[in-house]
């Protein structure tokens, strides 16, 4: 961490408990009091929102008390002033660098993480790589895994992709991408079906100020560096992805954040960008999240939400894409509106960036794998906006678009229209419409891609 972030750093440490106490603060309402006044700013008619995840959870967040919340609040708050407390006294006029809790010094300046462990994701990660490197993207890599989760194999293929030449004579290796494999402190991993809290831990974990993270099965279309040097990114330092799901007025968010429901789309982990020095205490949130998971991502989707839950909870802004989500898959003979099973997720100017194929891994698909796309008819945001802005007309972005998840034929997504409206608020284009896509699928066996 350069001199320069290491003051900003201790400017934000000294202001973080007035920004606490400022949410602590924030007035509780009964659950029936906060759904009247939520209800008012999120509508639900013709609105996609996680309509299982509500029916199966809105029974007991009905009793949720005040006093609950307000706990929560404590509890969240003293871990926040504790992580307050270590940092400052790891801070010092002759202390050279900053160092992480495992002792490690920040290696500051940007770089990229990602998290695997099982054999399915070392895979992904490796194709991401080869993938970023043949953009000629430079960044540094941390991969964190799981203590004692790595089988022998598993290990080999992490420890080819860290011990590349940076001068290799074989062009893939010619960017220089330095990997370095780390193993994630302080969490073990459970009998969860997802191991979602390595993510918040990895992420606080790494060495770097200013991190973007990736799902190893979130590829790139291009070398992602030039997100550092957007005027988004330099107005918030923080920058995050939408889901498909809009926010709902029972979610408990909104009690423990003491905001009204704010009209937009969920946010989605699979590619988070972050500026560690102005946003520490959101890295503090989700790694609390995390460790609490089983209080918490209930209502936040498991950890697809916990940033935005985070920058909720510290009344902070971010930004983000230009667009909506596309959902991009195969075409299926019979149905036309379904064979989804990527997110197809764009750069603030609305650019297809991110092939998150978060589905291809629980089915078998045909080749062509991306063929089609379903999006929204309106799905761009407001010139000079981008996700994070719910002014109007962005806070109506979608609406009257559905999007569901089937098992027939194959798990994947149906994209369509709630009934009585418009079927030409969805649109239906071949993959290749898109410059920025032509070539990918290839690109993505050639590195390694399986399926």
């Avoid at 307000?70 to 010092?92: H, V």
């Avoid at 330095?178 to 990895?202: C, M, Q, S, Y």
């Avoid at 979130?218 to 992805?241: A, C, D, I, V």
């Avoid at 063929?371 to 972005?397: C, M, V, W």
Wanted: charged content about 25%; some cysteine; aromatic content about 10%.
């Amino acid at each position: 961490m350069n001199r320069g972030a290491f003051g900003a750093a201790e400017d934000f440490l000294a202001k973080l408990p007035e920004a606490v106490q400022e949410w602590v603060q924030r007035p509780i309402l009964p659950y029936d009091n906060s759904v009247a006044l939520n209800n008012k700013t999120c509508p639900t008619e013709g609105v996609n929102f996680d309509e299982g995840a509500v029916k199966e959870n809105e029974g007991a967040w009905r009793y949720i008390t005040p006093s609950k919340i307000s706990d929560w609040r404590q509890d969240i708050a003293e871990y926040l002033y504790r992580k307050q407390k270590e940092e400052q006294e790891k801070m010092s006029p002759e202390t050279p660098l900053a160092k992480d809790e495992q002792g490690k010094e920040f290696l500051g300046g940007r770089g990229l993480v990602m998290a695997a462990g099982d054999h399915a994701a070392v895979v992904r990660a490796r194709t991401n790589i080869r993938l970023l490197r043949s953009y000629n993207c430079t960044l540094p890599v941390e991969i964190f895994h799981f203590p004692n989760e790595l089988s022998t194999p598993e290990k080999s293929l992490l420890e080819e992709l860290s011990s590349l030449k940076q001068h290799s004579e074989d062009q893939e290796d010619q960017s220089g991408m330095k990997v370095t494999v780390r193993v994630v402190e302080g969490v073990r991993k459970g009998g969860d079906w997802k191991a979602f809290h390595i993510k918040a831990a990895a992420i606080q974990q790494s060495s770097f100020d200013e991190i973007l993270y990736l799902d190893t099965d979130s590829y790139t279309l291009r070398n992602p560096e030039y997100l550092f040097e957007s005027m988004q990114w330099k107005e918030t330092g923080l920058m995050l992805w939408p889901d498909y799901t809009k926010s709902h007025a029972t979610n408990p968010i909104w009690r423990l954040s003491g905001q009204i429901c704010r009209n937009e789309y969920e946010g989605e982990s699979g590619q988070i960008l972050i500026s560690r020095t102005l946003h520490q205490d959101l890295l503090w949130l989700a790694e609390f999240f995390a460790l609490e998971h089983h209080k918490f991502y209930g209502f936040m989707g498991g950890d697809r939400d916990s940033y935005r839950a985070a920058a909720l909870l510290m009344g902070k802004k971010w930004t983000g894409p230009g667009r909506l989500n596309a959902a991009a898959g195969v075409v299926l003979t019979g149905n036309p509106q379904g064979g989804g099973h990527t997110m197809l997720q764009a750069d603030p100017e609305g650019k297809w960036l991110f092939v998150h194929a978060n589905l291809i891994k629980h089915a078998k698909f045909r080749r062509p794998l991306w063929s089609r796309i379903h999006r929204a008819a309106q799905d761009k945001f407001a010139a000079e906006s981008t996700y994070g802005d719910i002014h109007p007309p962005n806070d109506k972005l979608g609406d009257g678009v559905k999007l569901r998840v089937t098992y027939e034929p194959m798990m994947s997504t149906v994209m369509s229209t709630f009934e009585g409206y418009d079927e030409g608020l969805v649109v239906v284009e071949d993959w290749d419409t898109y410059e920025e896509l032509k070539g990918f699928e290839e690109k993505w066996f050639g590195f390694g891609g399986v399926h």
